[in-house]
T-cell receptor, first 113, second 112 residues
Framework: DTAVSQTPKYLVTQMGNDKSIKCEQN?????MYWYKQDSKKFLKIMFS???????INETVPNRFSPKSPDKAHLNLHINSLELGDSAVYFC????????????FGEGSRLTVL | SQQGEEDPQALSIQEGENATMNCSYK?????LQWYRQNSGRGLVHLIL?????REKHSGRLRVTLDTSKKSSSLLITASRAADTASYFC????????????FGKGTKLSVKP
């Protein structure tokens, strides 16, 4: 069983479109995250979500919005896609807020044309 | 920013040799973690060292932490071709959200 699963794995779309990436974890974790990895492999945290408390990295454009229907899911919605949004997006979860390891999904590669 | 910085950016060695990667960071931490990323895959946790620990071992991995110098090193002994991957350090300052801040990674290539 996959602990943290993301869909889709690949997403190719046009500028200006709106898209969503879904993430589910079956580990019973309380905290979930979204990271963006650019072409130079640099990982940047975008959001963390714990018990309905959302922490947003202030550098993330408001075109990006996380949505959590329940504790096991944290989806990422992106409006008005731009070329610079092309990257690999990783979902991760963590059992104990503030400690322990992250469990990552396999990533969703977004290409904006 | 307490972002970690790995050194070197890229490392190429022969199978059987040891590989050492270094990580420096800027602010106080609760713990430091190392992750591995194979090409096209997600990150996988390797080892965690707490701020009150100086050295930790796990199989062929050895991690050291020097909080006075704000640095850590990851040593992979007797490397194998399968160790080829990118390796990232991540610092954890603790807190209610416990965000991990990742460095830029070291790309390790182990040649058979």
């Amino acid at each position: 069983d996959t602990a943290v699963s993301q869909t889709p794995k690949y997403l190719v779309t046009q500028m200006g479109n709106d898209k969503s990436i879904k993430c589910e974890q079956n580990l019973g974790h309380d905290t979930m995250y979204w990271y963006k990895q650019d072409s130079k492999k640099f990982l940047k945290i975008m959001f963390s979500y714990n018990n309905k408390e959302l922490i947003i990295n202030e550098t993330v454009p408001n075109r990006f919005s996380p949505k959590s229907p329940d504790k096991a899911h944290l989806n990422l919605h992106i409006n008005s896609l731009e070329l610079g949004d092309s990257a690999v997006y990783f979902c991760a979860s963590r059992g104990l807020a503030g400690s322990g390891e992250l469990f990552f999904g396999e990533g969703s590669r977004l290409t904006v044309l | 920013s307490q972002q970690g910085e790995e050194d070197p950016q890229a490392l190429s060695i022969q199978e059987g040799e040891n590989a050492t990667m270094n990580c420096s960071y800027k602010t106080s931490i609760n713990n430091l973690q190392w992750y591995r990323q194979n090409s096209g895959r997600g990150l996988v946790h390797l080892i965690l060292i707490r701020s009150n620990e100086r050295e930790k071992h796990s199989g062929r991995l050895r991690v050291t932490l020097d909080t006075s110098k704000k640095s850590s090193s990851l040593l992979i002994t007797a490397s194998r071709a399968a160790d080829t991957a990118s390796y990232f350090c991540a610092t954890d300052a603790g807190g209610s959200q416990g965000n991990l801040i990742f460095g830029k990674g070291t790309k390790l290539s182990v040649k058979p």
